[in-house]
C-alpha cells in the first residue's frame, strides 16, 4: 500500500491520576499508513488485554482487506470497515474458548493515509479528529446511549458531562451478534492534521481546547505531550492516549 504522503507522527498515552493500570493502548504502522487507538473498557474483565489485542493485530486485517488498488476506490473506508468487523468475529471466537479474554472489551479507532485521503473506521468512543486551518472538526461520532440522547434532544451536551449514562458504549469490539462499525473517507490537504484520542484526553479537555493546542503545537511529539498534559492539569480521571498525525505541507 502507498500513499501519496509519508506523514510524520507520534502517539503517547498516561495513566491518568485516578486508574490503577493504564487500559489504552496505541500502535502506528508506517508501512501501511495505519494509526490505532484503543480504550480497554474499565468495567470488562481485562480490558488492556483487549485494546493490545486490537492493537498488535488489527494491521493484520487491513492488509488483507485493502490492497493497494484499492485505497483510491471508492469503496475503500468500507474495507477499513470490513477489517474492524472481522477482527470483532475472531476475537469474539477467541474470547469464547480463552478465559483470560472472556468478558474483555475495547473501543478502536483506526485511521489509514491512503493517497490524499483519510480512511477512518471506529467502534465506541475513542474519536479521529481534523485540524485544518485553525479549525477541529470531530470524524467520528460516538457509540454511546449519552450520544444518542444528545442526538434525540433528550439531554443537552452540558447535562450530558454528569448523567449517569454517559460512559455506555453501543457498540464496541465484543458487541453481539456482529460489530458494524462506522467507516468513512475524508479529503486530506497539505498541513492538515489527525488527532486520534481516548475518552480521557476528549472527556475533560474541549474541543477549542484541543484545537488551540493543536494550533500551538505543530510537531506531533509536543502535540501529544501537550495534550496529556492538558489531560492531567483537567484532573486526569481516566486513561489518556493522543496520536497525532501530520500530513506535510507543499
Excluded at 485521503?117 to 479521529?128: M, P
Aim: aromatic share 4%.
Amino acid at each position: 500500500m502507498t500513499a501519496a504522503w509519508v506523514p510524520k507522527f507520534a502517539g503517547l498515552s498516561d495513566i491518568g491520576r485516578i486508574r490503577a493500570t493504564n487500559q489504552d493502548s496505541w500502535g502506528a504502522y508506517p508501512l501501511q499508513s495505519l494509526f490505532i487507538v484503543a480504550d480497554g473498557v474499565a468495567c470488562s474483565t481485562d480490558g488492556a488485554l483487549a485494546a493490545g489485542l486490537v492493537v498488535e493485530l488489527l494491521p493484520t486485517y487491513v492488509s488483507r482487506h485493502l490492497k493497494a488498488d484499492d485505497v483510491e476506490g471508492a469503496a475503500a473506508a468500507d474495507l477499513v470497515g470490513r477489517a474492524i468487523s472481522e477482527y470483532c468475529d475472531d476475537f469474539r471466537a477467541f474470547a469464547a474458548t480463552d478465559d483470560r479474554a472472556a468478558g474483555a472489551n475495547t473501543t478502536v479507532v483506526a485511521v489509514v493515509v491512503a493517497g490524499t485521503r483519510a480512511l477512518v473506521g471506529h467502534l465506541g468512543d475513542s474519536r479521529a479528529y481534523l485540524f485544518r486551518d485553525q479549525r477541529l472538526q470531530q470524524l467520528t461520532r460516538d457509540h454511546s446511549v449519552i450520544q444518542d440522547l444528545i442526538d434525540s434532544g433528550e439531554v443537552t451536551v452540558e447535562q450530558a458531562e454528569r448523567h449517569p449514562a454517559r460512559a455506555i458504549l453501543t457498540r464496541h469490539v465484543a458487541m453481539f451478534p456482529r460489530a458494524l462499525p462506522d467507516a468513512a473517507a475524508v479529503d486530506l490537504l497539505p498541513g492538515d492534521r489527525i488527532l486520534l484520542s481516548s475518552d480521557g484526553l476528549h472527556g475533560v479537555v474541549d474541543d477549542p481546547s484541543l484545537g488551540q493546542i493543536l494550533d500551538s503545537h505543530p510537531e506531533p511529539d509536543d502535540a501529544c505531550a501537550a495534550l496529556i498534559d492538558a489531560a492531567l492539569q483537567a484532573g486526569g480521571p481516566d486513561n489518556v492516549t493522543a496520536v497525532v498525525v501530520a500530513i506535510p505541507a507543499e
